[in-house]
């Protein structure tokens, strides 16, 4: 099955957050793309740009690309945190010292940090 055959305007396909995230995931860890995401984001931006398919609140999506450019912190962590903003969160608490440092997100330390 490809994307061609299964999706059109008046079958559009779905992409969510989730599959957003593993998307970046693959690309960073077994493709090798990053580059403080330009692939990445390229990526992610031409799949917004496809007609056939519907992302997932796509404003909270395009936030999220705009974080991760200018950031030190990975995509999905920026996009769980502009979806939480957007559901009305103050914060997104974080394990990840990276995206800690980052405008929306508050550290939890562990024990031993």
Aim: proline share 2%; glycine share 6%; with cysteine.
């Amino acid at each position: 099955m490809t994307l061609e055959a299964s999706c059109t305007t008046d079958n559009l396909g779905h992409i969510g957050h989730i599959t957003l995230c593993e998307l970046a995931w693959v690309l960073e860890v077994k493709y090798k793309q990053g580059g403080r995401g330009t692939e990445i984001s390229a990526i992610i931006e031409k799949l917004q740009q496809i007609k056939a398919l519907k992302v997932a609140e796509p404003d909270v999506v395009w936030r999220a690309l705009n974080d991760y450019k200018t950031s030190n912190a990975d995509f999905p962590d920026h996009l769980v945190a502009r979806a939480n903003e957007n559901a009305g969160c103050e914060y997104t608490v974080t394990f990840d010292k990276h995206a800690s440092k980052q405008l929306g997100f508050a550290y939890l330390a562990f024990s031993n940090d």
